[in-house]
């Protein structure tokens, strides 16, 4: 067969994604946290920080933070957002707060996928709800369609919600060129805007160049000024962050001349890098060390104990050349219901998301996480042309590109009958969760000695057990005793008269 036409618009079709996706982040928008949602964050002076780093000095050496992301899709499980673009976002995150020693690393995973239409598309008005699903023991950020707080500044692109201790993020905004989740931790941790006050950008048309006024208007909230007498009690009441009148967000540039004097008739001078601010297309976002001093202290107060643990996380830099063995490149493959992926492994790696999508329907979307590198793929359909993309990471190293290469699916279907002495074999419940019994209930004609078996998608047999097959309607019952985690996995049971599998998932 001929792909070549097909690879061109594949081709042509990943170009038109990256653009689409590039100016996805170039619209303006904005964090959902208020002025009244800042008021409820903790406050720590100057002297806070010195007696605690005094006293504590190893937890502004390094810090390892647990996070949990809560990947929500409608109902019926569309629209989730792909892992691949959390992982890359962590990577961004990582490195936006790497000069500090923090680290935040994938705990137990790190994914939990959660069905709700509620959460999916109207979070901000289901708070309530949201808290039902925290991990309660990481930093819970919950992954939606849209994060929309009703604000007439612009799309809300995530915020921090003070009184559930959670962070929601719209789903658009997990890509390395976006730094929102590293802006919405700042809050969790206590940060605040440096326009904290301002809730809409200083009116100059209004009031002319020079601020006519020591409190905001709409907020009455204290105006900081340049000489820094009152950085302590105004703005983000942090000294070592500029004065910010929220002017940030009338431009596209990265830039800080507005021309405005304040109060006291001083040029207005923000500083249009910091990660907390609203300034754009900026080339490097930071956090002050004031800011982190005090996101550090955050960290470690009593009321963030829950993430305090002894996990040491992996956050060994990946290196070396991924190569996919099989299938090869643009290769077509014969069997469409039993496509064997493999690649050859880099050092240092722990696990591998491997991704098939299909070309003609983006919606026929497959995503995979094996500690091995091989699986074995069942899902996919004949006659189709996929893309496969495997990406090697650690729980908090996720910054190892993705490799990928395209190939065709033939029509050929591998043998999946059931022998003939077996009738009826039905496995629930399917979906199962860890440490529940998965039954079989099966009509045999035939008795004699047999094996059942869950293996997981690379082959590897996780649990196997010894059983008695009798003639008639029968059950067989096994039980995962908690030492199968949540996945995809094959039940197998073997017999000399032939074998019986099914595809059983793992929550």
Known sequence: MNIKPRLLILAL?????????????????????????????????????????EANPERF?????????HTVANSVGEGRVKRKDILKSLCRMNNDYA????????????FNELDNSNIFSNVSMNGDLVQTFKDGAAVDIFITENADTGSSLGTTL??????????????????????????????????????SGWDQPYDIETYGNSVPFNTVPSTGALIELMDGSNCEDAGDKICDTAPDYLLGFTTQSCFDNFG???????????DETLSMGYFNNCPKYVFSPQQIDRAKLNIASPGRDFLLNTHTPNETEITGDLAIISPGFQETVETYNGVEVSWEGV?????????????????????????????????????????????????????YPEVGLPFL???????????????DFVVYPNPSHTNQDIIVDMMSKWSGNATLSISDLAGK????????????????????SGDIQSGIYFLKLSTVQGNVTRKIVIQ
């Not at 719209?170 to 931790?185: F, L, P, Y």
């Not at 919606?363 to 495997?390: H, Q, R, S």
């Not at 996780?462 to 009798?470: C, E, F, R, T, V």
């Open 409 to 423: 699916t033939g029509d050929v279907e591998t043998s999946l009958n059931d022998p003939s002495f077996v009738s």
């Open 260 to 270: 405005v004097l304040d109060p006291n008739g001083d040029a207005l001078e923000s």
């Open 347 to 399: 050092q240092d790696a722990d696990l591998y998301l491997v991704e098939i999508v299909n070309f003609a329907d983006p919606a026929d979307f497959y995503e995979y996480t094996t500690p091995n590198e091989a699986l074995f793929v069942t899902d996919l359909e004949p006659n189709k042309v996929y893309f496969l993309n495997v990406k090697p990471y650690n729980d908090a190293y996720t910054c």
């Open 61 to 69: 050496a390094s810090i390892n933070i647990p996070v949990m992301f």
């Open 158 to 195: 995530g915020f921090y919600s003070p009184g559930g201790d959670y962070i929601i993020i719209r789903k658009k905004e997990m890509a390395d060129s976006s730094g929102t989740m590293s802006h919405e931790v700042g809050h969790y941790f206590s940060l605040r805007h440096p326009h």
């Open 99 to 110: 000069e500090h020693g923090v680290v935040y690393y994938l705990k137990d995973g790190g």
């Open 461 to 480: 047999v996780i649990k196997h057990q010894a059983i008695q097959i009798s003639n008639g309607k029968q059950q067989l019952v096994t039980n995962q």
């Open 13 to 53: 079709f990943v170009a038109t994604t990256i653009v689409t996706v590039s100016a996805q982040h170039q619209h303006r928008g904005e964090c959902g946290v208020t002025y009244e949602m800042e008021q409820q964050l903790p406050v720590y002076s100057k002297k806070d920080v010195q007696l605690f780093k």
